[in-house]
């Protein structure tokens, strides 16, 4: 993080709205700008979704509309988080470059008509990737309202983390190559002698999609990594511009609760903090996908969203980013809610209305578990698309929805930020996660349910709990639990051995089963058994 990045950091919770004036008529724009400022909100996210009107034809930009509703969110004294348009190609570029497309796990090419349709390997579309993003930062990344960028939107949403491309196949084959060196090691490390699985050759290796049955644990393990590797790439590619065209401004990325399909901490180590998209009512469906909610609990929570899963994503993404400096000099974990439910939504089996206090609520929440800003999805709600059912600030009408006047009741003066003074950390792993939930043993067991079980106990105890990598520091801690840390090599528990020393320690089922590769540990020696490799017992 530079020097003016980091002094960005506002010394009270600071509110936002996601904004689309390509959207509306160009008549609206200096009003809603006037009233966003108003409500007292004090950044704006703008251009995600832009990328058709900022560059119509191939090569040809129309940057007139978007230095108009620039310009005057600066004159109302709004500050602008620029977004990279690369989540919605558009149209001319698949018809030139069909092959950015994403190929489904059932072997079926993704269509033009949504959105987060291209395949994070194919190289034509990182081209383009850079390119937009260049041209969007040498227009804009100096203009002294641009505070802050975020990449791309939502990586991974509508299943589109993993791609089946011949261009992901190759990509997949020359990382194995690179990783292993030989076919020696890289059928020893699988395990391939089990049912005849061995490979002579690079070319040979499937991507793990289209078996007859189960494919080997071990097989899908490093496909994981590798589609994990791909998104990660393509965003440093994107923060590398930004950083040299843009320079003093933060650069985050928001994502999605409870997402699994890549690594975030590896994905997120060029952020200069994480962000995440929050919408309790709809995020409250992971409870019946995990069988863990009755009728009663559900319907008890059914306008408000569980308070601890939200706090749990919360208490996640606080732990991506790598920090903003305390008061006492101390490393502070922050990190933003990028899009705030503020009323309705629109894509869960059921969508009621939060009741009345429920933004205020959700805001406070965020605040309370060390939120640094809390941007609301959205200002005005859509009038056409996929989304003309979900909320905004304002209705379609531009009169305000009920959420309105519970931000503008708000006095975030009185929300100071400062640290979650958390003495319990709860160990949270994504290769871990990979493993458990691809070989279950039983109907309902899953990593998050797990996990989130460990979390809701302790929260149930009034315990402030930072989610944290296994290998990351853990010197702060008075108890350190890891409900299902299945992924287990020599130097993690060495970590944790020495971590057990000032802290108590917590372990669930299956901790230690499985070595890096994916497999079981090899040796017969006791010392070195999947139950006593963390305590050495």
């Given at each position: 993080?530079?020097?003016?990045?980091?002094?960005?950091?506002?010394?009270?919770?600071?509110?936002?709205?996601?904004?689309?004036?390509?959207?509306?008529?160009?008549?609206?724009?200096?009003?809603?700008?006037?009233?966003?400022?108003?409500?007292?909100?004090?950044?704006?996210?703008?251009?995600?979704?832009?990328?058709?009107?900022?560059?119509?034809?191939?090569?040809?930009?129309?940057?007139?509309?978007?230095?108009?509703?620039?310009?005057?969110?600066?004159?109302?004294?709004?500050?602008?988080?620029?977004?990279?348009?690369?989540?919605?190609?558009?149209?001319?570029?698949?018809?030139?470059?069909?092959?950015?497309?994403?190929?489904?796990?059932?072997?079926?090419?993704?269509?033009?008509?949504?959105?987060?349709?291209?395949d994070f390997s194919s190289p034509v579309f990182r081209q383009h990737s850079r390119r937009i993003t260049r041209a969007l930062a040498e227009?804009y990344g100096q203009h002294p309202a641009v505070v802050g960028w975020q990449t791309d939107n939502e990586f991974g949403w509508g299943d589109?983390?993993?791609?089946?491309?011949?261009?992901?196949?190759?990509?997949?084959?020359?990382?194995?190559?690179?990783?292993?060196?030989?076919?020696?090691?890289?059928?020893?490390?699988?395990?391939?002698?089990?049912?005849?699985?061995?490979?002579?050759?690079?070319?040979?290796?499937?991507?793990?999609?289209?078996?007859?049955?189960?494919?080997?644990?071990?097989?899908?393990?490093?496909?994981?990594?590798?589609?994990?590797?791909?998104?990660?790439?393509?965003?440093?590619?994107?923060?590398?511009?930004?950083?040299?065209?843009?320079?003093?401004?933060?650069?985050?990325?928001?994502?999605?609760?409870?997402?699994?399909?890549?690594?975030?901490?590896?994905?997120?180590?060029?952020?200069?903090?994480?962000?995440?998209?929050?919408?309790?009512?709809?995020?409250?469906?992971?409870?019946?996908?995990?069988?863990?909610?009755?009728?009663?609990?559900?319907?008890?929570?059914?306008?408000?969203?569980?308070?601890?899963?939200?706090?749990?994503?919360?208490?996640?993404?606080?732990?991506?980013?790598?920090?903003?400096?305390?008061?006492?000099?101390?490393?502070?974990?922050?990190?933003?809610?990028?899009?705030?439910?503020?009323?309705?939504?629109?894509?869960?089996?059921?969508?009621?209305?939060?009741?009345?206090?429920?933004?205020?609520?959700?805001?406070?929440?965020?605040?309370?578990?060390?939120?640094?800003?809390?941007?609301?999805?959205?200002?005005?709600?859509?009038?056409?698309?996929?989304?003309?059912?979900?909320?905004?600030?304002?209705?379609?009408?531009?009169?305000?929805?009920?959420?309105?006047?519970?931000?503008?009741?708000?006095k975030v003066e009185d929300l100071p930020l400062g640290r979650v003074p958390a003495r319990v950390a709860v160990l949270h792993d994504y290769?871990?996660?990979?493993?458990?939930?691809?070989?279950?043993?039983?109907?309902?067991?899953?990593?998050?349910?797990?996990?989130?079980?460990?979390?809701?106990?302790?929260?149930?105890?009034?315990?402030?709990?930072?989610?944290?990598?296994?290998?990351?520091?853990?010197?702060?801690?008075?108890?350190?639990?890891?409900?299902?840390?299945?992924?287990?090599?020599?130097?993690?528990?060495?970590?944790?051995?020495?971590?057990?020393?000032?802290?108590?320690?917590?372990?669930?089922?299956?901790?230690?089963?499985?070595?890096?590769?994916?497999?079981?540990?090899?040796?017969?020696?006791?010392?070195?058994?999947?139950?006593?490799?963390?305590?050495?017992?």
């Amino acid at each position: 993080m530079t020097d003016d990045a980091t002094n960005h950091h506002p010394a009270h919770l600071e509110l936002g709205v996601c904004d689309y004036p390509e959207q509306v008529s160009p008549q609206n724009w200096a009003e809603d700008a006037r009233q966003q400022k108003a409500l007292g909100l004090r950044y704006v996210r703008i251009a995600e979704f832009a990328w058709s009107r900022l560059e119509p034809q191939p090569g040809e930009y129309a940057w007139a509309w978007l230095d108009t509703a620039v310009e005057l969110y600066a004159a109302a004294g709004l500050e602008i988080v620029f977004c990279t348009p690369t989540a919605a190609p558009p149209a001319w570029l698949i018809e030139q470059h069909p092959e950015i497309l994403p190929i489904g796990r059932d072997g079926h090419t993704k269509t033009f008509g949504s959105r987060r349709h291209y395949d994070f390997s194919s190289p034509v579309f990182r081209q383009h990737s850079r390119r937009i993003t260049r041209a969007l930062a040498e227009r804009y990344g100096q203009h002294p309202a641009v505070v802050g960028w975020q990449t791309d939107n939502e990586f991974g949403w509508g299943d589109t983390a993993h791609s089946f491309t011949p261009a992901a196949r190759q990509g997949f084959q020359t990382w194995l190559q690179q990783r292993y060196g030989s076919l020696d090691a890289l059928n020893t490390a699988w395990g391939n002698v089990f049912w005849s699985m061995e490979y002579s050759g690079w070319a040979q290796i499937p991507l793990p999609n289209q078996a007859v049955a189960e494919v080997n644990p071990s097989h899908a393990l490093d496909f994981l990594r590798y589609s994990s590797d791909q998104v990660a790439e393509f965003q440093e590619e994107q923060v590398a511009i930004l950083r040299e065209c843009s320079p003093g401004r933060f650069v985050t990325h928001n994502y999605m609760g409870f997402f699994s399909a890549y690594d975030h901490y590896r994905v997120s180590r060029c952020l200069d903090f994480a962000s995440w998209d929050s919408y309790p009512t709809g995020t409250l469906e992971a409870l019946r996908e995990w069988k863990l909610a009755d009728p009663a609990l559900a319907l008890t929570y059914a306008r408000t969203g569980h308070p601890d899963v939200t706090a749990f994503n919360h208490d996640l993404y606080r732990g991506m980013g790598t920090g903003k400096p305390g008061s006492g000099g101390e490393t502070v974990p922050g990190f933003w809610v990028m899009e705030q439910q503020c009323g309705q939504v629109n894509w869960a089996p059921s969508n009621p209305l939060p009741p009345q206090g429920a933004v205020q609520l959700w805001t406070q929440q965020a605040w309370a578990h060390g939120a640094d800003a809390v941007a609301y999805f959205r200002w005005r709600a859509a009038t056409s698309g996929q989304e003309v059912l979900h909320s905004g600030l304002l209705r379609q009408n531009s009169t305000p929805d009920r959420g309105y006047p519970e931000v503008q009741a708000l006095k975030v003066e009185d929300l100071p930020l400062g640290r979650v003074p958390a003495r319990v950390a709860v160990l949270h792993d994504y290769e871990s996660l990979w493993l458990y939930n691809m070989q279950p043993h039983a109907d309902g067991m899953n990593y998050w349910a797990q996990v989130f079980a460990y979390y809701r106990a302790l929260r149930s105890m009034g315990q402030d709990v930072d989610l944290v990598h296994p290998d990351s520091d853990l010197s702060g801690y008075a108890l350190i639990v890891a409900p299902a840390l299945t992924l287990m090599t020599p130097d993690r528990a060495a970590h944790l051995a020495a971590a057990a020393q000032h802290a108590h320690m917590v372990f669930g089922p299956r901790t230690g089963f499985r070595n890096e590769s994916g497999g079981t540990p090899r040796t017969d020696s006791r010392a070195h058994s999947p139950r006593c490799w963390a305590c050495r017992c």
